[in-house]
T-cell receptor, first 111, second 114 residues
């Protein structure tokens, strides 16, 4: 199986919260990242969390890490149409800092 | 400060040709990484350069090569193009190496192989 897995699509109504989930397999992950890719653009780092943390909040973004289940989630509060993009989860493992990316989740925000 | 720039933005080639893509990192950044993005395989790491030296290499055939110049600009070359090389090639720069160095991505070069 893949190292980092994400669901492919998520559709939400504007103003609702979005929760994008990710699972990873390597227990030696040191950093876990969330990137955003808008159409025609490269990836933008949204936030990252160290593997010894459980939660990180940054304005409308909340990252939750469950190390036991190797599960990472990104919650976007008050989702806006401008949040429509592909969101990538990535991990870097101990001894390597090259991130391994998931396939990405397409977030569609409709009015 | 200007972001990561990649040229050209779009490219169409035919099978068997070779192609060179260019990446200019953010001023002061010394590390440049290359990724291939396809619908089927997602984002795959190609290689990373730091101070003109290749530090890491992904699992790609020898047709894929790269280099970095003294001004940190980087090029990647793909020889004997195959249809499966059609992809978005992303370059990312960071100040140094290590997981705490944020990577800044360019907009990518869309390569189509006919």
């Amino acid at each position: 199986g893949e190292d980092v897995e994400q669901s492919l699509f998520l559709s939400v109504r504007e103003g609702d919260s979005s929760v994008i989930n990710c699972t990873y397999t390597d227990s030696s992950s040191t950093y876990l990242y969330w990137y955003k890719q808008e159409p025609g653009a490269g990836l933008q780092l949204l936030t990252y969390i160290f593997s010894n943390m459980d939660m990180k909040q940054d304005q409308r973004l909340t990252v939750l890490l469950n190390k036991k289940d190797k599960h990472l989630s990104l919650r976007i509060a008050d989702t806006q149409t401008g949040d429509s993009a592909i969101y990538f989860c990535a991990e870097s493992i101990k001894g390597s800092y090259i991130p391994t990316f998931g396939r990405g989740t397409s977030l569609i925000v409709h009015p | 400060k200007a972001g990561v720039t990649q040229t050209p933005r779009y490219l169409i080639k035919t099978r068997g040709q070779q192609v060179t893509l260019s990446c200019s990192p953010i001023s002061g950044h010394r590390s440049v990484s290359w990724y291939q993005q396809t619908p089927g395989q997602g984002l795959q790491f190609l290689f990373e350069y730091f101070s003109e030296t290749q530090r890491n290499k992904g699992n790609f055939p020898g047709r894929f090569s790269g280099r970095q110049f003294s001004n940190s600009r980087s090029e990647m070359n793909v020889s004997t193009l195959e249809l499966g090389d059609s992809a978005l090639y992303l370059c990312a720069s960071s100040p140094g190496v290590g997981a705490n160095n944020e990577q800044f991505f360019g907009p990518g070069t869309r390569l189509t192989v006919l």
